[in-house]
C-alpha cells in the first residue's frame, strides 16, 4: 500500500504564503490536496493528472498552484493571498487505480 506524507502547514498571517508538500512511497496517478475546517465536509481543493493539468476550487483559483515531480513521487501546495477561511487540514490524496491513499493531514491555520 502506498503511504503518503504532507508537511509545510503552520501558522501564517492573512495575506501570507505557505507551501505544503506530500511524498509518496510509490506510483500513484492523479493527485490532490482536500481541507477539511472545523465542522465542515472534507473539500477538494485541487488536483493534477500530471504536469500542466490541474482543476482548483472556485475558492482557491487565482491564489493556489499545485505541482507534481514524477521523479521524486511528490506533489506541492502553492498558497498566497491567504484568508483566515483557509484555515482547515489539508490532507494529501492519490489515485492508485485501484484505490486510493490518504496522507495523516497537515494543519493549517491562517490568524493575526
Known amino acids: 500500500q502506498v503511504r503518503l506524507v504532507e508537511s509545510g502547514g503552520g501558522l501564517v498571517q492573512p495575506g501570507g504564503p505557505l507551501r505544503l508538500s506530500c511524498v509518496a512511497s510509490?506510483?500513484?496517478?492523479?493527485m490532490a490536496w482536500y481541507r477539511q475546517a472545523p465542522g465542515k465536509q472534507r473539500e477538494l481543493v485541487a488536483a493534477t493528472i500530471r504536469a500542466g493539468i490541474a482543476n482548483y476550487a472556485d475558492s482557491v483559483r487565482g491564489r493556489f498552484t499545485i505541482s507534481r515531480d514524477n521523479s521524486k513521487n511528490m506533489v506541492y501546495l502553492q498558497m498566497n493571498s491567504l484568508k483566515p477561511e483557509d484555515t482547515a487540514v489539508y490532507y494529501c490524496?492519490?489515485?492508485?487505480?485501484?484505490?486510493?491513499?490518504w496522507g495523516q493531514g497537515t494543519q493549517v491555520t491562517v490568524s493575526s
Open positions: 490524496n492519490a489515485d492508485l487505480r485501484p484505490g486510493t491513499a
Open positions: 510509490g506510483k500513484t496517478h492523479t
